[in-house]
């Protein structure tokens, strides 16, 4: 029997590669996907929430294909106005992708909580996949570097990830709850899925919110996750060099690691096949296959396959 | 001997074209704009202060000669997107202008005084001439109409100032206090100018907050308004239906006696001239001219038509 409810773990850009792919094979009552907020910050007094917007504009057919973040065609004449002002603007935001954060913004303010407003949201633009941010509470990523801390989006945009990393941490982590439905989303589904995003600041914090991880770890659906590493080195972002500074060789088996206490298996790319036997030994189904996803049919290809690992992970396990 | 310092009482539009003119005639300097505010607005959760950006934006070189608001060549496309979100969107905010509202609502929101930001914002756009907005503290004009009471805003623009005006009020008022500078202004001036703005919701509130009329009985120097009115209709604007409503004839004598009690001198248009010899009887320096400010030209043969009034007053003031 075909078991179909599915859960991701979503980051944002590569998240929302193996997102699209997903969404092709499943019925969107059959997709949740479960977003990092931990890198939301304000910019001009509003709140972006850019994980949340790369997944819900990648479902509604909005994305910029080549960027991968904001809108497809945006232009971008608010922000260069801003300059005349004097603002920072090393994270630019397009016209278009301004509105979304107006509305998030003024509801957030109106006292509403984030994962209604996201749902709001996904009804505006017409996405009938279940889309929860992690949390209703603020979480924040802030990255220890040789220069003092910095928040995820200072790090990344503004410094370009070339600030030498020394611990990464969630502010607010301790006291925020999953927003509603996060925990159900878990119990419920039949095969979880962690995408291919940043261990540290994309999946970590969903993982880091009290009851998410135990609950993974207690879920009768097989957890299978898709390396964001090929060849040891992300497609986008600095996974490979937080691994690093951590002490990690980048690649799959640290990866593993990371998710050890709950991972049943691993899609990872052809150039790491020479670590699959490693993997194996430590009782992953792992599949190693072409894992760039810079088509939809690689995204949908990627995706046919992590579901196929997934039923075969629960077809095991219920014989 | 010429005396130059000029201090101009403005709403927007009508305001911003004798202004132009002004500010070809007169050094940066000698320039002082006080600005109504009674009709500022949030929209999305920004604070818009139409006649302070359509004096500075006139100022700057910026504005759209077209439409007289906004900025020239804008685009709306955040706009657009908002109604995605199903946001209301009458109140049309372009896309450079959007940055404007964003500067102004993070610096309002971080405590900064709105009079301090417009400095600001005046700086960032290279604009020397003084503006001052009429307050720091929140006036706002209310239209009683028989659809119920309207924000103005709500009665210009949503309404398209169809509905019938009962009455207007100013709420806040009672409490707001001028902006630092504007009582300043008022006594220092050698020309006290008030613009071809609408007297009820563009002039009334500046001279309804606490000392300003006062200030401008109480002036040595010559009070000239031009009348906004062009054979009893204004060039933009409800000046004359609000006039109707209020059981005024529209044109130059009611509005004359809107301002009784501090005016020494109007300047009307040609169309209006049967009322001159009825405007000098109240012992007004009345003069009639083509009042149409359509372009830069015209602004400044206005202009200079209204410094000359003032000069012949002050002359025989002092002799």
Do not use: C
Not at 96 to 116: I, Y
Request: net charge positive; glycine share 8%; no cysteine.
């Amino acid at each position: 029997m075909k078991r179909s409810r599915v859960t991701l773990l979503a980051g944002g850009v590569g998240a929302a590669r193996l997102l699209r792919g997903l969404a092709a094979l499943l019925r969107p009552s059959d997709l949740t996907v479960i977003v990092n907020t931990a890198d939301d910050d304000v910019f001009h007094g509003l709140h972006v929430s850019p994980d949340v917007d790369t997944i819900l504009y990648t479902l509604a057919g909005l994305s910029d294909p080549a960027r991968g973040w904001g809108i497809d065609g945006d232009t971008f004449h608010a922000t260069r106005a801003l300059e005349r002002y004097g603002r920072e603007t090393w994270f630019r935001l397009g016209d278009r992708d301004l509105a979304t954060h107006l509305f998030r913004t003024e509801a957030l303010r109106a006292g509403r909580p984030l994962s209604e407003v996201t749902a709001e949201q996904a009804r505006a633009l017409y996405v009938e996949v279940t889309v929860l941010p992690m949390s209703d509470d603020d979480v924040r990523t802030v990255i220890d570097t040789a220069r003092g801390p910095l928040s995820f989006q200072e790090y990344l945009v503004r410094e370009r990830a070339r600030s030498t990393v020394r611990s990464i941490r969630y502010d607010g982590i301790r006291t925020a709850r999953p927003a509603p439905g996060v925990l159900r989303a878990l119990e419920a589904a039949h095969s979880l899925i962690i995408a291919p995003s940043n261990p540290f600041v994309s999946i970590g914090p969903i993982l880091a919110l009290a009851g998410v991880r135990a609950a993974l770890r207690r879920a009768s659906a097989p957890v299978v996750a898709v390396s964001p590493l090929i060849g040891g080195r992300p497609v986008k972002g600095p996974a490979d060099r937080m691994m690093r500074a951590l002490g990690m060789e980048p690649g799959p088996i640290p990866l593993a690691e990371l998710y050890r206490d709950l991972l049943d298996g691993l899609v990872i790319d052809t150039a790491d096949r020479a670590h699959l036997p490693a993997l194996e030994t430590r009782g992953l189904r792992v599949s190693a296959i072409d894992t760039l996803m810079s088509t939809q049919a690689r995204s949908t290809a990627v995706a046919r396959k992590v579901l196929a690992v997934a039923d075969s992970l629960r077809a095991s396990l219920a014989s």
